[in-house]
């Protein structure tokens, strides 16, 4: 078994995709690390945070007070469903799962995370596979041994989890034909231009692959050992 931490858990490769807002290819680079990897068995997962009056158990509208309903997980069963959690199955993953949360009860949700992952170590005689998740939030409470941003300057839209972020980047992945200056709005105007030019940073188009420097960073974290405590 992997070595554990002081609490007794398992340690983890942890490798997670943010982005600064959504539809800009979060979920379809966890879906290429995971094809660029068949072997490395992955837990992918997501993490979505829901904003006012919307339920965590089934993301829809709820009458549920502010502090019901603030946590759900499942773990995805087909690959053809249509949900992010079934594209990372498609992908290549062995388990995959999806963690729902009311905005800014992420701390609530963790245990049941925690419980999910430990309950697929049950019996097992090798350390735990790697993990990859979509998510910002989830650096609040870790530090992973990767963590890949993805942006796109033809959005305008910028997450404050994703700027808050950003400086914790060990790389960025740009959907764009070039590299910043990104467009010139408010949002990305707040963005220390230092911070987007010293970052190591590849292009990937719509349908191109893993891009090789992203490979070999992604190699380096499965070769090394898992020292991420949950």
């Given amino acids: 078994m992997a070595p554990s931490s002081k609490n007794g858990s398992p340690h983890w490769r942890v490798i997670v995709i943010g982005g600064h807002t959504r539809s800009i290819g979060k979920t379809q680079l966890v879906c290429d690390v995971i094809a660029a990897f068949p072997h490395a068995h992955w837990i992918a997962g997501k993490i979505t945070q829901y904003g006012h009056g919307v339920c965590a158990q089934n993301g829809d509208n709820c009458d549920c007070a502010p502090t019901e309903h603030v946590c759900a997980i499942n773990w995805e069963m087909q690959s053809d469903s249509g949900t992010d959690s079934a594209r990372f199955l498609a992908a290549g993953a062995q388990r995959s799962f999806w963690l729902r949360t ?129």
């Avoid at 650096?139 to 400086?167: G, H, M, N, T």
């Fill in 102 to 230: 009311k905005q800014g009860f992420l701390a609530e949700g963790l245990p049941l995370l925690r419980t999910a992952l430990q309950e697929t170590l049950r019996n097992a005689e090798t350390e735990p596979p790697p993990l990859i998740v979509e998510s910002n939030s989830l650096l609040q409470f870790l530090r992973p041994s990767l963590y890949i941003a993805v942006l796109d300057p033809a959005k305008e839209d910028f997450k404050d989890s994703a700027r808050a972020a950003l400086d914790r980047a060990d790389a960025l992945v740009f959907r764009s034909s070039s590299e910043p200056p990104p467009a010139a709005t408010p949002a990305w105007t707040k963005l220390p231009a230092r911070l987007l030019k010293e970052k190591p940073s590849v292009i990937q188009r719509e349908g191109e692959p893993l891009p090789g420097p992203l490979h070999v960073l992604v190699q380096r974290v499965l070769e090394a050992p898992a020292g991420v405590s949950l």
